[in-house]
């Protein structure tokens, strides 16, 4: 189990007050660490979501918090009925739930594989949505803290996946000085991780796909889509139809739906506040701005999406 010693070293060396995060960066790591280890893993999943986004492409704009996958193997589902598919998806969970069983143990976690107990599991949709909470104790806050791991086991992809390096908040460190102080922990702090994850530009319509059908309004959605598209150098009009039928596909399940038929209202007048509690680094001036157009834009989509159904 990581030391607050080392925490706080590594919040000295790259300025971050929030030692809390430091600390569930470093079991994030950790986890995808172990995890790339496992075939299994390897072959079935593939890296998606805010961590993937900031461990892969964007660096540390802000902190994320979850770890999130899905299923690659989608041809499994074809031509067969939602009984099979359940069935089917119970025996690849349950492999899942042993892996990150053992890998909990190893690295002082606490997660039980059964799937009846709501504290570590919760399945949905007919076990085609997994979520996981893998518990520890800070050492910062002195409480009980979770990992979420989500899965999606049946999805859309619109773009080929990419093969990326996942690296911790901790990766500019110097290692020989590390070795010798915290030579436990090195590895984890310092190496990088090769993980198939989504392309960026699927990562942008995942995003609008969340913005469109979570419950509520999160600002993190405004916030990962204005900085990946900063980044692409594109409008966001240009991935219309992508988003349309990302958003459409996951609209089969009733709750996304209800969610979807809500957020016209939430998105009138919203207004995004405080951004600088998370963030990690300053958004341009346009920022806010732009985040108006955006919301105009995604209430345009929900008029359109309506207007299918």
């Known amino acids: 189990?990581?030391?607050?010693?080392?925490?706080?070293?590594?919040?000295?060396?790259?300025?971050?007050?929030?030692?809390?995060?430091?600390?569930?960066?470093?079991?994030?790591?950790?986890?995808?660490?172990?995890?790339?280890?496992?075939?299994?893993?390897?072959?079935?999943?593939?890296?998606?979501?805010?961590?993937?986004?900031?461990?892969?492409?964007?660096?540390?704009?802000?902190?994320?918090?979850?770890?999130?996958f899905s299923f690659i193997k989608q041809n499994l589902f074809k031509n067969k009925?939602?009984?099979?598919?359940?069935?089917?998806?119970?025996?690849?969970?349950?492999?899942f739930l042993n892996i990150i069983e053992e890998i909990s143990k190893k690295i002082y976690?606490?997660?039980?594989?059964?799937?009846?107990?709501?504290?570590?599991?919760?399945?949905?949709?007919?076990?085609?949505?997994?979520?996981?909470?893998?518990?520890?104790?800070?050492?910062?806050?002195?409480?009980?803290?979770?990992?979420?791991?989500?899965?999606?086991?049946?999805?859309?992809?619109?773009?080929?996946?990419k093969r990326k390096k996942a690296n911790s908040i901790s990766k500019n460190i110097n290692i020989e000085e590390t070795k010798f102080l915290f030579p436990e922990y090195v590895d984890v702090a310092t190496k990088e991780i090769n993980i198939v994850c989504y392309d960026l530009k699927e990562i942008l319509l995942e995003k609008?796909?969340?913005?469109?059908?979570?419950?509520?309004?999160?600002?993190?959605?405004?916030?990962?889509?204005?900085?990946?598209?900063?980044?692409?150098?594109?409008?966001?009009?240009?991935?219309?139809?992508?988003?349309?039928?990302?958003?459409v596909f996951m609209l089969r399940y009733y709750k996304y739906k209800r969610n979807l038929l809500e957020k016209e209202e939430l998105l009138k007048n919203y207004e995004i506040k405080e951004v600088e509690k998370l963030l990690l680094i300053e958004p341009d001036k346009d920022f806010y701005e732009f985040n108006k157009k955006l919301a105009t834009f995604v209430n345009g989509l929900i008029v359109e999406i309506k207007g299918l159904f």
Do not use: H
């Open 1 to 68: 189990m990581i030391t607050k010693e080392f925490v706080d070293y590594i919040g000295s060396k790259t300025k971050i007050e929030k030692r809390e995060l430091i600390e569930k960066d470093f079991l994030l790591q950790e986890l995808l660490l172990e995890l790339q280890k496992e075939k299994y893993f390897r072959e079935n999943f593939v890296f998606k979501g805010g961590t993937c986004l900031i461990k892969c492409y964007l660096g540390y704009f802000r902190f994320s918090e979850d770890l999130d």
């Open 208 to 247: 609008f796909r969340a913005l469109l059908t979570r419950k509520g309004v999160k600002a993190r959605d405004f916030i990962d889509i204005y900085f990946i598209l900063k980044y692409l150098e594109k409008d966001f009009k240009i991935f219309k139809k992508d988003i349309l039928d990302k958003t």
């Open 81 to 95: 009925s939602e009984n099979q598919i359940r069935k089917l998806l119970s025996k690849e969970i349950n492999i």
């Open 109 to 161: 976690l606490d997660f039980k594989s059964s799937k009846g107990n709501r504290k570590y599991i919760e399945l949905g949709g007919n076990n085609k949505f997994l979520t996981l909470k893998l518990w520890y104790k800070s050492q910062i806050l002195n409480e009980e803290q979770f990992i979420k791991i989500q899965i999606n086991f049946v999805d859309l992809f619109k773009y080929k996946f």
